[in-house]
């Protein structure tokens, strides 16, 4: 116990003395979550947009100026002709173009339809698409409240579902994103470059001549990583409350559970990775392609495992960020516990075990 | 006793990775309280000979022991009795002289008294009083080694492996290196030193010279130097070297 103390004690040394881990350590989690949460974002923000109102009645006028109210939208121009829209979308003032049809009003009110185009600019095919659904959703939101004023049922196309959270925040969907990658990256990477520093200093090998077991070795060494990244993952939870309002609907003892079990999983990762690279280079270089990357494009935080090819839906099982996300989400957005949740722990559970596994295997070969 | 008494006894020990023979069939023994002097070139299987019997290496065949405890089955009582310092080693850079001291101490199981006691003793004998909280990064090679080898010296083992404990180090420091050496000899504990440099080579009670796997002569340096017929141990090398 003495001895683990010690071990302990020096790691946090190494760390706290090495400004760069550091950096890593406690810069990256604030500057991800916030990079994420206000730039990074699907989310749209007073875009430009003009419109085209070839009907000027009151219900059109009602419409640009709900329209011009939203946060998301800001009216840059009324332009008079059809023949103006090619010419200021080639300009890229704006984003979008909304065309009224002659007698929208009228229409609306005597065949209880009428429509409204919405052109958008495609060089940017996903916001086109976000502004698309915008607009349906707010011309849907008019027409809703028309209809509970006067009851005969008005339609105004084109319509289109909204298939965002009912907020409309992205920063929802990022949160649990951001901190499985964060915890992964310091988890498994920051572990995987200090033990191979050890290595290549040659420390490695006195510690191994000395009475230390190796797995007293590798258990000194990771512990401190333990403490900091539930420091972590503690602070991201509370910038998403606090500066994102994101809410967490279910237990956070049960978050928190997870979570160190998540950060466990990335330790044995991170060992694992330590036992095949013999420098520091390699140790990094195998995080992050390793790592990072799968993380970030093929768990589910940025692009749907759903609409990915079979192949690419297979290998994504294998990802242990895959589970943690799902796990988050459920605790976090939809406030679920540990009954609806069981699988996903098994498997990160399983998951840390084999890590473990190969991990004291390779170990054995090495020192052969 | 009449004789003193053996504290590393190997017999046709052997390494093998693959086809590879990388220690092949040495023999030798070291007494307690003795300089034994592990030469050999680059290459020529030294490390991994040291490795086996410092207990992080199994040997392939032959049987080794070590402060009296088997290679195969003891290693754990093995590392418990023995010192090691390497040509790398490598003092925590970014550890103070203290701290490295405490950390070391430490895993050998030193109590916090004893580590005191021990830094103390230590950090008065090199001098080091000015430099006890200075990052050991800020001290000069020298300093390091002597350091690093004293700190191997902490729990009092019965023998201390040195693997090119002066690789990089100016000849005065060396010599001042060698008279800590001395001085642990003295005080009982047996050295084991592998080294490049042949004057080194004068200073050990026995040297083992090892070509290609397996060693070619072993005696007194005096001794050595009679049957090959030279002056100096660097021509002795040599001779054998070059086959």
């Given at each position: 116990?003495?001895?683990?103390?010690?071990?302990?004690?020096?790691?946090?040394?190494?760390?706290?003395?090495?400004?760069?881990?550091?950096?890593?350590?406690?810069?990256?989690?604030?500057?991800?979550?916030?990079?994420?949460?206000?730039?990074?974002?699907?989310?749209?923000?007073?875009?430009?947009?003009?419109?085209?109102?070839?009907?000027?009645?009151?219900?059109?006028?009602?419409?640009?100026?709900?329209?011009?109210?939203?946060?998301?939208?800001?009216?840059?121009?009324?332009?008079?002709?059809?023949?103006?829209?090619?010419?200021?979308?080639?300009?890229?003032?704006?984003?979008?173009?909304?065309?009224?049809?002659?007698?929208?009003?009228?229409?609306?009110?005597?065949?209880?339809?009428?429509?409204?185009?919405?052109?958008?600019?495609?060089?940017?095919?996903?916001?086109?698409?976000?502004?698309?659904?915008?607009?349906?959703?707010?011309?849907?939101?008019?027409?809703?409240?028309?209809?509970?004023?006067?009851?005969?049922?008005?339609?105004?196309?084109?319509?289109?579902?909204?298939?965002?959270?009912?907020?409309?925040?992205?920063?929802?969907?990022?949160?649990?994103?951001?901190?499985?990658?964060?915890?992964?990256?310091?988890?498994?990477?920051?572990?995987?470059?200090?033990?191979?520093?050890e290595k290549e200093q040659g420390t490695m090998e006195i510690l191994l001549v000395s009475p230390l077991k190796p797995f007293q070795v590798i258990i000194g060494k990771v512990f401190p990583y333990i403490f900091l990244s539930v420091i972590n993952a503690i602070?991201?939870?509370?910038?998403?409350?606090?500066?994102?309002?994101?809410?967490?609907?279910?237990?956070?003892?049960?978050?928190?559970?997870?979570?160190?079990?998540?950060?466990?999983?990335?330790?044995?990762?991170?060992?694992?990775?330590?036992?095949?690279?013999?420098?520091?280079?390699?140790?990094?270089?195998?995080?992050?392609?390793?790592?990072?990357?799968?993380?970030?494009?093929?768990?589910?935080?940025?692009?749907?495992?759903?609409?990915?090819?079979?192949?690419?839906?297979?290998?994504?099982?294998?990802?242990?960020?895959?589970?943690?996300?799902?796990?988050?989400?459920?605790?976090?957005?939809?406030?679920?516990?540990?009954?609806?949740?069981?699988?996903?722990?098994?498997?990160?559970?399983?998951?840390?075990?084999?890590?473990?596994?190969?991990?004291?295997?390779?170990?054995?070969?090495?020192?052969? | 006793?009449?004789?003193?008494?053996?504290?590393?006894?190997?017999?046709?020990?052997?390494?093998?990775?693959?086809?590879?023979?990388?220690?092949?069939?040495?023999?030798?023994?070291?007494?307690?309280?003795?300089?034994?002097?592990?030469?050999?070139?680059?290459?020529?299987?030294?490390?991994?000979?040291?490795?086996?019997?410092?207990?992080?290496?199994?040997?392939?065949?032959?049987?080794?022991?070590?402060?009296?405890?088997?290679?195969?089955?003891?290693?754990?009582?093995?590392?418990?009795?023995?010192?090691?310092?390497?040509?790398?080693?490598?003092?925590?850079?970014?550890?103070?002289?203290?701290?490295?001291?405490?950390?070391?101490?430490?895993?050998?199981?030193?109590?916090?008294?004893?580590?005191?006691?021990?830094?103390?003793?230590?950090?008065?004998?090199?001098?080091?009083?000015?430099?006890?909280?200075?990052?050991?990064?800020?001290?000069?090679?020298?300093?390091?080694?002597?350091?690093?080898?004293?700190?191997?010296?902490?729990?009092?083992?019965?023998?201390?492996?040195?693997?090119?404990?002066?690789?990089?180090?100016?000849?005065?420091?060396?010599?001042?290196?060698?008279?800590?050496?001395?001085?642990?000899?003295?005080?009982?504990?047996?050295?084991?030193?592998?080294?490049?440099?042949?004057?080194?080579?004068?200073?050990?009670?026995?040297?083992?010279?090892?070509?290609?796997?397996?060693?070619?002569?072993?005696?007194?340096?005096?001794?050595?130097?009679?049957?090959?017929?030279?002056?100096?141990?660097?021509?002795?090398?040599?001779?054998?070297?070059?086959?």
């Amino acid at each position: 116990m003495k001895r683990f103390v010690g071990s302990v004690r020096k790691e946090f040394y190494h760390i706290f003395r090495d400004r760069r881990s550091l950096f890593i350590l406690f810069g990256m989690p604030i500057v991800q979550i916030l990079l994420f949460g206000f730039a990074i974002t699907n989310e749209i923000n007073n875009v430009d947009i003009a419109i085209l109102d070839q009907s000027n009645d009151v219900t059109s006028k009602e419409i640009i100026n709900k329209i011009a109210a939203s946060k998301h939208f800001s009216i840059l121009d009324i332009i008079q002709q059809e023949s103006s829209i090619e010419s200021i979308f080639k300009k890229g003032k704006v984003k979008a173009v909304l065309q009224f049809e002659n007698n929208f009003g009228r229409h609306l009110i005597k065949e209880k339809q009428a429509t409204v185009q919405i052109l958008t600019d495609a060089t940017d095919p996903n916001m086109a698409n976000t502004i698309s659904n915008y607009i349906s959703s707010i011309l849907k939101n008019y027409q809703q409240e028309l209809n509970n004023t006067v009851s005969i049922d008005y339609q105004i196309v084109p319509q289109s579902r909204m298939v965002y959270n009912a907020e409309l925040k992205s920063v929802y969907m990022f949160v649990p994103g951001v901190m499985t990658v964060i915890l992964m990256l310091v988890s498994a990477m920051m572990t995987s470059i200090s033990i191979t520093r050890e290595k290549e200093q040659g420390t490695m090998e006195i510690l191994l001549v000395s009475p230390l077991k190796p797995f007293q070795v590798i258990i000194g060494k990771v512990f401190p990583y333990i403490f900091l990244s539930v420091i972590n993952a503690i602070v991201i939870v509370l910038l998403s409350i606090f500066i994102f309002n994101v809410p967490v609907k279910g237990s956070l003892f049960l978050l928190g559970f997870e979570s160190i079990l998540f950060i466990i999983t990335s330790l044995a990762l991170g060992i694992l990775i330590s036992t095949i690279s013999s420098t520091q280079q390699t140790a990094m270089m195998i995080s992050l392609m390793g790592l990072m990357l799968p993380t970030i494009l093929l768990s589910g935080f940025i692009f749907p495992i759903s609409s990915m090819p079979l192949p690419l839906q297979g290998i994504s099982n294998i990802i242990p960020a895959k589970w943690f996300i799902i796990i988050v989400k459920g605790i976090m957005l939809k406030g679920v516990g540990i009954g609806f949740l069981l699988k996903e722990t098994l498997i990160l559970f399983a998951m840390t075990l084999v890590f473990m596994g190969i991990s004291v295997k390779k170990y054995k070969i090495r020192l052969e | 006793m009449m004789k003193a008494q053996n504290v590393i006894e190997v017999d046709n020990l052997s390494k093998l990775f693959g086809d590879f023979v990388a220690v092949n069939q040495i023999s030798f023994h070291v007494k307690a309280g003795e300089i034994f002097g592990f030469l050999g070139a680059n290459g020529a299987g030294k490390t991994t000979a040291m490795k086996m019997l410092i207990g992080i290496s199994s040997p392939s065949s032959g049987k080794a022991t070590v402060a009296g405890f088997d290679v195969y089955k003891q290693a754990e009582s093995i590392k418990k009795n023995i010192g090691y310092m390497s040509q790398k080693f490598a003092l925590y850079d970014d550890l103070t002289v203290k701290e490295n001291i405490t950390f070391f101490g430490g895993i050998y199981g030193l109590s916090k008294k004893q580590i005191d006691q021990k830094r103390c003793e230590l950090v008065e004998e090199l001098g080091l009083q000015e430099v006890t909280n200075s990052l050991v990064a800020s001290l000069p090679l020298g300093w390091k080694q002597k350091l690093a080898f004293s700190v191997s010296l902490l729990h009092e083992p019965k023998i201390v492996f040195l693997d090119e404990p002066t690789g990089g180090v100016d000849p005065i420091t060396r010599r001042q290196f060698w008279e800590l050496i001395y001085k642990a000899a003295h005080n009982g504990t047996t050295i084991f030193v592998t080294t490049h440099y042949m004057d080194e080579a004068e200073y050990c009670d026995r040297v083992s010279i090892m070509v290609n796997g397996k060693i070619d002569a072993l005696d007194t340096p005096k001794k050595l130097k009679e049957q090959y017929k030279t002056d100096t141990m660097n021509d002795v090398f040599l001779k054998l070297a070059r086959g």
